[in-house]
């Protein structure tokens, strides 16, 4: 869909608000839900079928066609992702699996990851951690590909905690002002410099999902390895960030 197409569509959409219009919008923007889908589909491995996120994303995306004000001059795009990822969370919530022990394991990693990295001045192994945790290597891996889901939820409520909000304040505004530019491009920094601490592997994966919006598929095509494998590094990386970026951790959701 050409840019004057969807402009078209959109004007039309404005004036009339005719059920027409909302199913053509609806039907244009389908592959914007499979994007953020395949997105989140990596924190959550194998435990949601894919076509499922596909199908709760949907009602986000109708949520952001019937609240969207075109006449504001923002990019739909931007805001029915926010949409469809929140409606996606939302229903996993509902499902209610998440194991209570899980968020427990996340703060174990968190825990002995940083104490190896001021003991040993460096990175943790695998091997490292896993001695640390006194956990077998197979248990460990399991750990990491478990604590995909708090990762997510995780950085989830903190966005609802304010920065989303705040996303979402701002994509009525035309223009940032030179105090915004100049904190986005320190946070640049910031996240440059923390992409620094991974492994070559680790930071392809991270580069090829949040900017290049590879899937998980695409991503161990491109990498030539298993999916499962591509999950293993995407946790790793993600846990060594989180202790890097702290509380600027949503820079991977909005540079």
Do not use: C
């Not at 919008?25 to 079928?49: C, D, F, H, Q």
């Not at 248990?139 to 708090?150: F, H, P, R, V």
């Not at 993600?238 to 202790?243: A, I």
């Amino acid at each position: 869909m050409n840019a004057e197409y969807k402009a078209k569509i959109w004007e039309d959409y404005s004036k009339h608000k005719s059920p027409e219009g909302r199913e053509k919008l609806i039907t244009e923007y389908a592959g914007l839900v499979k994007v953020v889908a395949g997105r989140l589909s990596m924190y959550l491995g194998y435990n949601v079928e894919y076509e499922d996120l596909v199908g709760y994303g949907i009602f986000g995306l109708i949520d952001a066609v019937d609240k969207f004000d075109y006449t504001k001059g923002v990019k739909f795009e931007t805001y029915a992702s926010f949409r469809i990822r929140g409606a996606i969370l939302d229903e996993i919530r509902k499902m209610d699996w998440i194991p209570r022990t899980l968020r427990q394991k996340q703060r174990k990693l968190d825990i002995a990851y940083q104490k190896l990295e001021s003991q040993l001045g460096r990175s943790a192994t695998d091997e490292e951690m896993a001695k640390e945790l006194e956990l077998s290597l197979k248990e460990y891996e399991l750990w990491q590909n478990q604590t995909n889901i708090s990762n997510l939820f995780s950085l989830d409520e903190y966005l609802e905690q304010g920065s989303e909000g705040s996303v979402e304040s701002n994509l009525g505004s035309h223009y940032e002002t030179p105090e915004q530019i100049t904190e986005r491009n320190e946070l640049k920094t910031i996240l440059t410099d923390t992409l620094n601490i991974l492994t070559e592997k680790e930071k392809k994966v991270i580069i090829l999902y949040y900017y290049e919006e590879l899937t998980l598929k695409e991503i161990s095509n491109v990498l030539e390895v298993s999916e499962s494998r591509i999950s293993q590094l995407h946790t790793k990386a993600l846990q060594k960030m989180r202790q890097k970026l702290g509380s600027n951790i949503e820079l991977l959701f909005t540079i």
